[in-house]
């Protein structure tokens, strides 16, 4: 393939102008920037212009055929009438009318991909369209290439064409001598010497020279075998090599690559300026939304140590609400109460304060302004913390203009006390003081329940002796029932100081628990209340670690494509 080394280099160039057209995307440039990426790439695609002139019937057609490997006469590509064919890459074969002078033909050929080829009618018939050719597609050619026919190379035309073409477009003058396998190779070599002579006198300059035989190289293009050796013998091989060193060697396009490449590192330089501010803000909104949730775990420790106060002071109204239950529960275990009926037979409006309720209204009263003042603080806190969020979370987590907030939300007093009045009266229910006594009570009432039993027997026994042994007797025996009665009497009181012991015993023990519930319902509301943040906490710093990661990666990608465009820079510059 000509040039195949250029293209290959123009190839590897394009694929690393779409890597960095992509992260330009990726990153969210400019469009300015996108749209400067994809016109570079877009600029590697312009293929290199030929222009073959030649007079007719020198075997220009078969030299067209040759260097596409496809036979157009056959085709109807090639028309009879005088006109300039510009030759392009198409889908499907067809010819697009331009001017009366010019068609445009599309064929779909791999080489027209990279090269357009115009093909102008004899110069010896349109004398009319050489200041056409000469000034619209000389000056924009990479090559023209001058065909004579060997057996006629002296056609006064094409060196009259000649001589139009500005000095300056004469560097990328080619001749091509056609149907050299109709002369002899001393004969080719006599019409070489002169041709070089003839040029050297005309224009001071000697242009390379290539004796071919399109016929050959055309056939051996197609032949299944041998193909080789017929096109070493067409001489079309030194040709293509020529041609290919013109486009490896083509100032232009190497000079429109090396501003491409300039160009593509200059828009690397502006990105990655853009991604490293974009990397640095990143990195900063992801330090920040740490430095709010470190914020936040520090505020819950703060508002507890505020609180813990309140829990001591808790636990102090506690004992003393416990010293108060204590004196009441004497009251309901005195030993008349053994002698009482039974509660259930009881009217409702006599029954004793129930212990239960007596210690839940004490506490109650002793500690509801404290926890009270504690769910202010909570508010205040809760507040505090908002504002502090909304004051340096501008521009990251709130619009630069945001307002600081002015109240806290109503709810969150009312709710702390809820949960406190609730954590109390679980804890006074579980307790239960009431039935706490209730077994005691029972016991010391079955044991009262005797005495009047023994009330009669005694008796008895005192009346027996004073029959008997008369007042001395009678004495004696009453003393004896006496201590029996007393007796029964200890037994009962015995059964309520018991319970007295255990309940008293039982509001000292459940101290710890009190604080304990207390402790964990405070802390769960503390975490509860500052937990709302985090719904807005956590997705900020998931999106800001996973933006920075993002660039952090496209850096790299960047740094990439800058290490293969300063590799290109390089390899065009030497």
């Known amino acids: 393939m000509i040039g195949d080394e250029y293209f290959q280099l123009r190839t590897r160039l394009s694929t690393e102008l779409h890597a960095l057209a992509e992260v330009i995307r990726d990153v969210g440039g400019d469009t300015e920037s996108i749209a400067i990426a994809e016109n570079l790439i877009a600029s590697l695609k312009e293929p290199f212009v030929f222009v073959v002139v030649g007079e007719v019937n020198v075997g220009k057609s078969t030299f067209l055929n040759a260097l596409f490997g496809q036979d157009f006469s056959r085709t109807g590509v090639m028309p009879t009438t005088d006109k300039i064919l510009f030759f392009k890459h198409g889908p499907v074969q067809q010819v697009v009318p331009v001017t009366p002078t010019l068609d445009e033909v599309h064929l779909p050929s791999e080489l027209l991909r990279d090269f357009h080829i115009v093909d102008t009618p004899g110069t010896n018939s349109i004398e009319n369209e050489h200041q056409e050719i000469t000034e619209r597609f000389v000056p924009i050619a990479d090559l023209v290439i001058f065909v004579f026919s060997a057996m006629n190379p002296w056609g006064a035309s094409a060196w009259q064409f000649l001589d139009k073409v500005h000095k300056h477009w004469m560097r990328n003058v080619v001749f091509v001598l056609q149907q050299c396998d109709l002369r002899s190779p001393e004969e080719i070599q006599v019409i070489t010497d002169y041709m070089g002579q003839l040029s050297r006198q005309r224009y001071a300059q000697d242009f390379p020279l290539f004796p071919v035989s399109a016929k050959l190289a055309y056939q051996a293009r197609n032949a299944p075998v041998g193909g080789a050796e017929l096109l070493e013998e067409s001489g079309f091989q030194r040709l293509e090599d020529h041609i290919s060193l013109l486009v490896g060697k083509n100032a232009a396009r190497l000079n429109k690559l090396s501003s491409t490449v300039r160009l593509a590192r200059q828009l690397l330089t502006n990105l990655r300026e853009h991604v490293a501010q974009a990397t640095q803000h990143a990195q900063h909104s992801a330090a920040l939304v740490q430095e709010f949730l470190t914020e936040r775990e520090m505020q819950v420790d703060r508002t507890m140590k505020k609180i813990l106060p309140a829990l001591d002071a808790t636990e102090r109204d506690y004992h003393e609400a416990c010293v108060r239950v204590a004196g009441l529960a004497d009251d309901v275990l005195a030993t008349r109460q ?58 990251t987590l709130f619009p630069a203009d945001v307002e600081l907030p002015t109240e806290a939300d109503p709810e969150l007093r009312r709710l702390f006390a809820v949960h406190i009045d609730s954590t109390i009266r679980r804890f006074v229910l579980g307790l239960k003081l009431d039935e706490a006594i209730e077994p005691g009570l029972e016991k010391a009432r079955k044991r009262a329940r005797w005495v009047p039993w023994l009330l009669l027997p005694v008796l008895a026994a005192v009346g027996a002796a004073w029959f008997f042994d008369g007042p001395m007797g009678a004495a004696v025996s009453a003393g004896g029932g006496m201590l029996l009665l007393g007796f029964a009497l200890l037994i009962a009181q015995s059964a309520l100081n018991r319970t007295r012991g255990e309940l008293v015993d039982r509001l000292e023990s459940s101290t710890m628990k009190l604080r304990d519930m207390l402790l964990t319902q405070v802390q769960s509301d503390v975490e509860s209340l500052f937990s709302r943040f985090l719904p807005m906490l956590e997705p900020a710093q998931l999106e800001a670690n996973e933006r920075e990661r993002q660039l952090l990666g496209q850096t790299e990608r960047l740094q990439a494509l800058t290490d293969s465009f300063h590799a290109f820079q390089r390899e065009l510059t030497h």
């Open 338 to 395: 053994a002698f009482s009926k039974d509660p259930a037979l009881v009217e409702e409006e006599t029954k004793p304060e129930s212990l239960d309720h007596r210690l839940f209204q004490d506490l109650q009263q002793r500690s509801g302004d404290r926890w009270r003042q504690v769910g202010i603080i909570l508010e205040e806190d809760c507040l505090q913390y908002d504002r502090f969020l909304h004051s340096q979370g501008r521009g």
